[in-house]
């Protein structure tokens, strides 16, 4: 088992910046990959990111690319999304998640692991 706890979250202005974290324990020699996902109210869960464990692939929702970076502190078993240049509708509730699985990770369905969640909240 994997389990993971967001933190970081808050209230930022638009064209401000927000780091969000996520601690990572458990079972960890057989992740494969860790993504952020978000989801706004009345909408689907989307993919926001994803990083493959060793580090050496990270992947973009088309809507954040440019604006956001994952990254991971092997040290510190921690994942980060920094996000740059926020807008209004990137407010969401942003989760964390492990996967074991060795590919597809733009979908949620590839992950079994999740944290509980941090609210982002953007005002114009």
């Known amino acids: 088992q994997v389990q993971l706890v967001e933190s970081g979250g808050g209230l930022v202005q638009a064209g401000g910046s927000l780091k969000v974290s996520c601690a990572v324990s458990?079972?960890?020699?057989?992740?494969?990959?860790m993504g952020w996902f978000r989801q706004a109210p009345g909408a689907e869960r989307e993919f926001v990111a994803a990083?493959?464990?060793?580090?050496?692939?990270?992947y973009y929702a088309d809507s954040v690319k440019g604006r956001f970076t994952m990254s991971r502190d092997n040290v510190k078993n921690t994942v980060y999304l920094q996000m740059n240049s926020l807008k209004p509708e990137d407010t969401a509730v942003y989760y964390c998640?492990?996967?074991?699985?060795?590919?597809?990770?733009?979908?949620?369905?590839?992950?079994?692991?999740w944290g509980q969640g941090t609210q982002v909240t953007v005002s114009s």
């Open positions: 998640a492990a996967t074991y699985r060795p590919r597809n990770w733009v979908s949620s369905f590839e992950y079994s692991f």
């Open positions: 458990g079972v960890t020699y057989n992740i494969r990959a």
């Open positions: 990083l493959s464990w060793t580090g050496s692939s990270t």
